[in-house]
């Protein structure tokens, strides 16, 4: 069975709260205030989403935002190849899991993924190619992996810092390594 791909509109404004700003770049906050965005927490916001996606574009122009989400996973998202914005997932307590994010090739802004006290690996992120912002992987502590990121091949933004996540933390370098042979040229865990 084929998959729709659909993209979505300008749907509801995104604030950010001072305490998932964090160790986050201005260039992340001024970002944030002019793109729209949308913010999943329950099965609902996740429906929600699906209905505001069009068949023509896996495209979704704005930030995503999973914050406080009931959710274990993911799954049941829209698909979503591209993010032209910012994807936060920050201060879930039942989140286990990334799956439902398979197709994400793109994240034009920023991937900030904070605070989820039950996320063992990134599973679901695996697609992942280009980030045009920084990569902030912070205070996850069962965090075992971040294995799948092998795919990520440019990193745009000028900080990769992945801290207080357990054994995930070691991997760090690898990521670095690897970013660096393709012109990355920002600071790490600083």
Known sequence: MKKKRKTLAVVAGLALSPGLQGGCQEQSRNAAQKLPGFVVRN??????????IDELSPTLAGHLMVRNAELPSLEGLPLIGEIE????????????????????????????????????????????????????VQGNGVLESIAVLEQ????LGDRLM??????????????AARLHQNGYAGTVNQ
């Open 43 to 52: 099965q609902a916001d996740v429906e929600a989403l699906s209905g505001q």
């Open 85 to 136: 914005g910012e994807l936060r997932i920050a201060d879930n307590h039942n989140l286990q899991s990334l799956q439902g994010l398979e197709d994400l090739r793109s994240i034009s802004g920023s991937l900030i993924i904070k605070a989820n006290q039950q996320l063992v690996d990134f599973r679901g992120l695996e697609g992942i190619q280009r980030l045009g912002g920084s990569l902030f």
């Open 152 to 155: 990520l091949r440019f990193l």
């Open 162 to 175: 992945v801290q207080e996540n357990g054994q995930a933390d070691q991997q760090a370098g690898e990521l």
